[in-house]
């Protein structure tokens, strides 16, 4: 009887699962910053710790890792989830067991309900494909980093250059895009060393910390948007 319980509740996560990788994925542009979620990551062994963390919880909660930058006080994500609230859940666990690593280690008392600073979701894939330029170029424009790959807590060197990259997912919107016949990812480059333009960039990174929700269509992004779309068209 026992064995027959076991087989039905197996084949009903089966199921769920099934369900779950079914399931049409959203893509949002995240934010978590020292300011408002107490997220501080100024060195090698609490980045470290932050990153682990987030991958280990990717899988738990359906989301897909497309790119990040952890930075001295912030962290950006770009990611795929069935919908905001696993997002929700897996920025507080994270935020939890990285504050609890963070207070015993430095002696602190850091306590906070904010586990986000920004949660965006992405409609339109020149949208995202901006908003993986910004990700990728961050350390690079903060001064956190002197060139592009030279920095170990960015998704840009398995993204740019395929080395291993901590369970990395290529979006949707970069489905057309394959390496060359040497297997040379140098487009991809091409388009993330390409600089923003200024203004864009700034109406951008302020609509995604603003907006719960951002169609390109609504944004005067058109420099921007029209060099993704350029690249991958």
Not at 27 to 44: G, I, P, S, W
Not at 51 to 72: C, G, P
Not at 185 to 206: G, H, T, V
Request: charged share 25%.
């Amino acid at each position: 009887m026992a064995s027959r319980v076991n087989l039905k509740f197996a084949s009903r996560s089966g199921s769920v699962a099934s369900v779950r990788r079914g399931m049409p994925q959203t893509t949002f542009f995240v934010e978590v910053n020292a300011a408002c979620c107490k997220v501080e990551l100024f060195d090698d062994s609490c980045r470290r710790f932050y990153r682990a963390r987030v991958l280990d919880a990717l899988q738990r909660h359906s989301i897909q890792l497309h790119a990040y930058a952890l930075l001295s006080n912030h962290a950006q994500f770009l990611l795929s989830a069935p919908s905001r609230w696993p997002v929700e859940r897996l920025l507080g666990q994270v935020q939890q067991a990285y504050l609890r690593y963070f207070n015993q280690r430095f002696r602190r008392r850091h306590r906070c309900v904010h586990a986000r600073s920004a949660l965006c979701e992405l409609r339109g894939k020149e949208l995202v494909r901006a908003c993986y330029r910004a990700i990728e170029r961050r350390p690079l424009e903060l001064g956190e980093s002197r060139w592009l790959g030279d920095s170990e807590w960015s998704s840009y060197p398995a993204n740019a250059f395929g080395q291993p990259g901590g369970r990395l997912v290529r979006h949707e919107c970069l489905r057309g895009f394959a390496p060359d016949e040497r297997g040379s990812l140098a487009r991809y480059r091409e388009f993330i060393a390409e600089r923003e333009d200024p203004l864009c960039a700034k109406m951008l990174d302020a609509a995604l910390h603003e907006r719960e929700a951002l169609d390109e269509n609504e944004l005067m992004l058109s420099p921007l948007l029209h060099s993704a779309k350029t690249y991958y068209s």
